[in-house]
């Protein structure tokens, strides 16, 4: 897509900012002769326009923005978070059937980890949450398999550079430490991928189990595997 000026965005993505639509259905409407901007019939999904200053028409019909709404969940171990999956695995969209509002993850989980999973209709408030440069901190209990040392827990805290890439825990807790398992509470400040994992096997160790229980000021509390819950924006 060729460079657009500041303040412009494709028309599909206009759509799936407003929280209308998906990109995917958003360039269905567009390319079946559905949209109309300014008066004028786009059938074009990459089409520039100023979403704050078009007029836009969905079947003759102006599109209202949605209320916000950033949710909750409990993501479960056993399911992926996108839309669908080729391998015909659980999704967490299969949790959200009641919910009424198309939503896009807040980053990800990765299918063997569990615990809190935000999802929101506003795209630029995800985009605001994933970005490094907010050290959003995101915690996490970690099992791990066998006896880790604080050494090794010392190396998570001084940073460990993986594939070109540095990894670093914010903070490192020992929760319980014995010859089978090694339990720590974990704090990260960017959504690297996998980066817990790798951590460990830095260390010689592997995740057992993983779960995230907040993000940022958002906790997972008691909610219970594969329900949801709304949250209000004063908890991020």
Not at 69 to 80: E, S, T
Not at 93 to 109: A, E, K, N, S, T
Not at 185 to 207: D, H, Y
Request: proline share 4%; with cysteine.
């Amino acid at each position: 897509m060729a460079y657009l000026p500041k303040g412009y965005v494709s028309l599909e993505r206009a759509l799936s900012k407003l929280g209308v639509a998906s990109r995917t259905q958003a360039r269905q409407w567009i390319e079946a002769g559905r949209i109309s901007v300014d008066s004028l019939l786009i059938r074009d999904p990459l089409h520039p326009i100023i979403p704050e200053k078009a007029k836009i028409l969905l079947d003759h019909q102006p599109i209202a923005r949605e209320q916000r709404r950033l949710i909750a969940l409990h993501k479960p171990r056993g399911c992926v978070t996108t839309a669908s999956d080729p391998q015909g695995r659980q999704t967490v969209y299969d949790f959200l059937l009641d919910l009424g509002v198309h939503v896009v993850p807040v980053g990800r989980l990765d299918f063997a980890t569990s615990g809190l999973l935000l999802l929101t209709n506003d795209t630029r408030l995800a985009d605001r949450l994933t970005d490094p440069r907010t050290g959003v901190v995101r915690t996490y209990v970690v099992e791990l398999r066998g006896q880790v040392d604080d050494a090794a827990l010392q190396r998570w805290r001084e940073g460990i550079v993986d594939g070109g890439e540095r990894l670093q825990a914010v903070s490192v807790v020992l929760r319980k430490r014995s010859g089978r398992e090694t339990t720590v509470i974990v704090q990260l400040a960017e959504g690297k991928n996998r980066e817990i994992r790798r951590l460990a096997t830095a260390v010689g160790s592997e995740v057992q189990k993983l779960k995230r229980i907040a993000y940022g000021g958002v906790t997972l509390g008691d909610l219970p595997a594969g329900q949801w819950r709304d949250v209000d924006l004063t908890e991020l």
